[in-house]
């Protein structure tokens, strides 16, 4: 049968991620990409290392990711992402712009992190004041707070799970919960920290419960992906996507919500506050 008269497919705008050689979350990214979009993919290298800040910085070296985009530059993306959280807050805000700048050496035409994409979520929604929910260790999670904190946003409360592999099989329940012990009566939004954390389902539930903003990881990274690409990511029913979802009621007071203490130095557990 002649098809010609179709015309060929759709023409494609591309979006580099560069993700750690663990993510498993690639159907979750896809969930925020408008059709005329195509996301390409690659992964740092193996390495035998637990989820922690050692493995954060192995997979966000220099010569890790120019290899990396060199590779997506034969598809010559319109934008390139680095996609892990902890990757790209571990050197603190300079060593984040330093990877953009790296990135960009190697051939990217524009590109961001993870971390980056959140400082700008902040900014765009006007939080001075955020909860934390993160799936790391407590070292992990205090990176993240010094890396808010360095950005001049204050961290209002902050729930971590202690895992150390297989953070992708974490449930939504679970996710939930954790937001619940995280967020005080004080917070102006929640972020929900690593992209290989699930999140995409349980944000407008969460917006609706908490009525305050919920961002996660893999949200903030292809937001600003797309906009760079001058297009919007598709997200129903949440506030960083669709202006529309950031009108809703002022959250409530929340009588008798613990307060957040911190852990005295090296004391760590598997779940709790931080």
């Known amino acids: 049968m002649d098809v010609s008269f179709l015309g060929g497919p759709r023409p494609q705008r591309g979006v580099g991620v560069v993700a750690p050689f663990d993510f498993a979350l690639d159907r979750e990214l896809w969930r925020w990409v408008p059709d005329e979009i195509s996301l390409h993919l690659t992964r740092t290298p193996y390495v035998p290392v637990e989820v922690s800040l050692d493995l954060a910085r192995l997979v966000s070296e220099h010569e890790t990711l120019h ?25 603190g805000i300079a060593g984040e712009r330093a990877m ?3 990135m960009t050496r190697a051939g990217a035409v524009t590109s961001l992190t993870t971390s980056g994409a ?16 993160t ?26 799970m202690g895992l150390t592999h297989h953070i992708w099989k974490v ?9 619940h012990k995280a967020v005080r009566a004080d917070a102006q939004a929640l972020f929900i920290s690593c992209t290989n954390l699930p999140t995409y ?18 949200q903030v990274t292809m937001w600003a992906a797309l906009r760079r690409l001058g297009t919007r990511a598709v997200g129903p029913y949440q506030a960083l996507i669709d202006p529309a979802a950031r009108s809703g009621p002022v959250r409530p007071e929340i009588p008798g919500l613990p307060e957040v203490r911190e852990l005295p130095d090296g004391e760590q557990q598997q779940e709790g506050w931080t």
């Open 67 to 91: 290899e990396a985009v060199r590779t997506l530059n034969a598809i010559a993306p319109e934008v390139i992402a680095y996609a892990c959280t902890s990757g790209s807050f571990v050197g």
């Open 100 to 102: 953009c700048a790296a």
């Open 118 to 133: 959140l400082l700008d979520a902040l900014a765009e929604l006007g939080v001075r004041r955020v909860a934390l929910v």
């Open 135 to 160: 799936p790391y260790t407590v070292s992990v999670t205090r990176s993240l707070e010094e890396y808010v904190a360095e950005a001049g946003v204050a961290v209002s409360g902050c729930a971590y």
């Open 171 to 179: 449930p939504y329940r679970q996710v939930s919960e954790m937001a």
């Open 201 to 218: 389902d349980v944000i407008p539930q969460l917006e609706a419960e908490l009525r305050i903003p919920v961002i996660s990881a893999n």
